[in-house]
C-alpha cells in the first residue's frame, strides 16, 4: 500500500476470527460485531495481541455494516430488534 511517496509493508501480526464487522478503536480496544447465525456478539479485542477481552451477545444483528459507536464511555450497537449502549468492564486480555 502507498500513498504520497510513502509506503506501508509489514508482517501480520495477529488474526482474529470474532468481530468479523468493521471494527473501531476504542478505549485501547477494537470493538467490533459478529453477526453469527443464532444471534450477534459484540467482541471487545486487545489491539496488541487479537485476544478476546469481552464478547457479549447481542441477538440478531442488521444486515449489512455493523459497526459500534463508542462515546461518553459507552459501546453503542444496533441490533435487529433494539438499540444497546453498554458500559464496559474489561479486566486483563
Known amino acids: 500500500m502507498s500513498a504520497a511517496g510513502a509506503t506501508l509493508s509489514g508482517a501480520v501480526t495477529w488474526t482474529a476470527s470474532v468481530a468479523t464487522g468493521p471494527p473501531i478503536l476504542a478505549a485501547g480496544s477494537l470493538v ?28 440478531p444483528v442488521t444486515n449489512h455494516f455493523d459497526t459500534p459507536a463508542a462515546g461518553e464511555g459507552l459501546l453503542v450497537v444496533a441490533t435487529a430488534g433494539s438499540v444497546y449502549a453498554i458500559r464496559p468492564t474489561i479486566a486483563g486480555g
Open 32 to 59: 467490533g460485531i459478529e453477526p453469527g447465525l443464532g444471534g450477534g456478539s459484540l467482541d471487545v479485542i486487545n489491539p496488541s495481541n487479537g485476544h478476546v477481552r469481552l464478547s457479549r451477545s447481542i441477538g
